[in-house]
């Protein structure tokens, strides 16, 4: 996985340590910005270290499932070619796609440690609100990070990070798209692709 990917999938992986618990009624920009606040002991004892990796994806899975729109990244992400996939393609092309996503966050839990996430101001942006973070990591200049919430005033879910001015669901997409590209737009390569990838994990 390139090195600015690894760091958005780090970006993302703090996230989730504050994504447990419900937040309140609140205006959509406020929700979307406690949203991103709330503190998650769960994920936190796991990015502390305990238990073995298949312990932290149980723990992980669900708080994904309730925090971040994985179906909708997998669909962007596949692009035109989730138009072409076949219903049995798409099926098991997101179902590997959440697998990954697990498995990218797990394998690299032990880098969370020491991580300070500083919550900043949240703004509308199209139909979504954008929450502004500065990432801080020992040994590593601070980095500005922001959080696209989608249904923040109903329910929020994340869409996607911004760090660097670097998209991780436009970065995702295109690397899906030229890896097609190369493979005569064959979902099938991919799907395989990404089974290996999981395994390495």
Known sequence: ????????LLCFGSLLSL??????AQAAGDRA????????????????????????????????????D??????????RFWRTATPDQQKRYTGLFHEVLIGNITSKLGEYQEVKLTIGRSQPRDDTDVVSSVIERPNNPPTTVEWVVANAAAN????????ENTSLRQTQRNDYAAYLTRNNSDVDALIKAMRAQLDQN
Do not use: H, Y
Request: aromatic share 4%; with cysteine; net charge positive.
């Open 70 to 79: 994985v179906d909708g990244i997998a669909k962007f992400c596949l692009g």
């Open 1 to 8: 996985m390139p090195n600015r990917r690894a760091f958005l």
């Open 156 to 163: 929020p879910k994340v869409i996607d990070v911004i760090a």
């Open 33 to 68: 910005g406690a949203f991103v606040k709330v503190t998650g002991d769960r994920i936190l004892a796991a990015m502390q270290g305990a238990g073995s990796v298949e312990d932290r994806r149980k723990i992980v899975g669900p708080i994904i499932d309730s925090a971040i």
């Open 19 to 24: 994504m447990t618990r419900p937040v309140l």
